[in-house]
């Protein structure tokens, strides 16, 4: 977690002979710890803890404990509250809940149980139920059914408006879904039966819907759009910088026509900042970024390749940032302070990834990595560092410090050197890069040949495939 100072981040650290874990800060310039905010052998209560999420002041940790999975990536935990300044530890509630998070003003703590959503003031220390009607396989409220999750890779369905006096949240009914059962062998004779509810392809979704709760009022409010849409998805729910205006993505089943929507809370109405279509498929991704003048940046595959866009608040397209015969990878974020763009493209090579910045006009785009490889980027939160990783067919992972003004790197914080000594030790076959042709297309691949290898002989093949 990159710290809003921009100068420090934070780090999970596990002590092995003490068994207690520790979040440390460390400088970004000199790679050196600088403090401790919080160690579990200093707390009676928790020996460790697994995951921590930091308030938007940073003066308060949600500290993750005795966490088991659901599915892919969905949880249940016990977690505290941790205030770096009183070191005082609250526990959000005696039950195993889902997806706890603080508030704007970190005042409270909004969270998921038995398929309903809940407040914990802090202050008070009183628990608020804000939904009603969850109950296991019918109905659930702020957190994604088994489809969203796995498909739309997300499991908080809800998100705290700006001034934290309103929640946007899903609200799956799966009543009509049918039901899958699994079968699971634990340390009892016989095996027990999960039941829970699975569309396969072609059978009935969940009705998805969206809500607002209103913490002054008390109230709940189905978002009502002016277009009816049938048998779609809702992947995406996100505030922007006006605390009053909240944007929805609504896709189609088919998946090929999405719409942006921009829900005015104040006055009750809505509006479709943007239409994506496609003969196949609409992406669905967290690139989304809304200015502070509610200006947004949004990546579009419309022009054939995958590019970064910088549209009103309305809607009305202000410029394409990236253009070209070559793909965006990444959206690393933007720097409004220094009107920049930071991504990861293909632009050096579809096999290559590289590190560039753009101006928030288009203009003065700049290739901030040097080595030709595979270059990812960490930045700081207000993008005066980053983390670059390197790695390519004969270089395992390197870390440097760069300067995000112009990629130079200011620190090596990690060489792999006694690796790359290990590995002279063998005689290796190298990875051959090489194009496939099919229906057209030059595909990428990769070879790599026994040693001694005779062109005139056959051989066993290892294919590596995924579908």
């Avoid at 699975?198 to 759009?225: M, R």
């Amino acid at each position: 977690h990159s710290m809003k100072n921009g100068q420090q981040y934070s780090v999970l650290n596990f002590n092995r002979s003490t068994r207690s874990t520790s979040i440390d800060l460390y400088d970004y310039k000199t790679q050196s710890k600088v403090a401790a905010l919080v160690d579990s052998k200093d707390l009676e209560a928790i020996p460790y803890f697994t995951n921590y999420t930091f308030s938007a002041d940073e003066s308060k940790i949600i500290l993750a404990t005795e966490v088991e999975s659901i599915y892919r990536r969905s949880t249940l935990g016990v977690f505290f509250v941790y205030d770096i300044a009183s070191k005082q530890l609250q526990k959000v509630s005696d039950s195993k809940i889902q997806e706890p998070t603080f508030s704007p003003d970190a005042s409270q703590v909004a969270y998921g149980f038995n398929n309903n959503l809940y407040l914990k003031d802090l202050k008070s220390d009183r628990e608020k139920q804000i939904t009603f009607d969850g109950e296991k396989n019918k109905i659930i409220n702020g957190i994604t059914d088994w489809v969203y999750e796995e498909e739309f890779a997300f499991v908080r369905a809800y998100e705290w408006n700006a001034d934290g006096q309103k929640i946007a949240f899903l609200r799956f009914d799966e009543t009509a879904v049918p039901e899958f059962s699994m079968d699971v062998y634990g340390q009892a004779l016989y095996q027990t039966q999960q039941v829970f509810k699975y569309p396969k392809a072609g059978e009935q979704n969940a009705v998805v819907s969206l809500h607002i709760y209103d913490l002054n009022k008390d109230l709940t409010n189905e978002v009502k759009l002016e277009k009816s849409y049938n048998d779609f998805y809702i992947p995406r729910i996100k505030w922007t910088s006006e605390a009053s205006i909240l944007s929805a993505q609504y896709i189609n089943r088919h998946q090929n026509e999405l719409d942006l929507w921009a829900i005015d809370t104040a006055s009750n109405t809505s509006s479709i900042l943007l239409t994506e279509t496609d003969a196949a498929y609409v992406d669905v991704t967290d690139n989304l970024t809304f200015l502070k003048d509610n200006s947004f940046i949004w990546t579009s595959e419309k022009d054939g390749h995958n590019h970064l866009y910088h549209y009103s608040k309305k809607g009305k397209l202000i410029n394409q940032l990236t253009k070209g015969n070559w793909e965006v990878t990444a959206y690393y974020g933007c720097d409004e302070r220094n009107k920049r763009i930071y991504y990861q493209s293909v632009e050096n090579g579809s096999i290559n990834r590289d590190v560039y910045a753009v101006g928030l006009n288009g203009k003065k785009k700049r290739r901030l990595s040097a080595k030709t490889g595979t270059n990812a980027a960490a930045f700081s939160a207000d993008f005066t560092y980053y983390i670059n990783t390197f790695s390519s067919a004969i270089t395992p992972p390197i870390y440097t410090l760069n300067s995000s003004s112009d990629g130079q790197v200011l620190k090596t914080i990690k060489t792999n050197d006694a690796l790359v000594e290990k590995l002279g030790a063998y005689t290796i076959s190298d990875k051959v890069f090489s194009t496939l042709s099919v229906n057209g297309n030059d595909l990428n691949m990769w070879t790599i040949k026994p040693l001694g290898f005779d062109p005139n002989k056959s051989y066993p093949m290892l294919m590596y495939q995924y579908s």
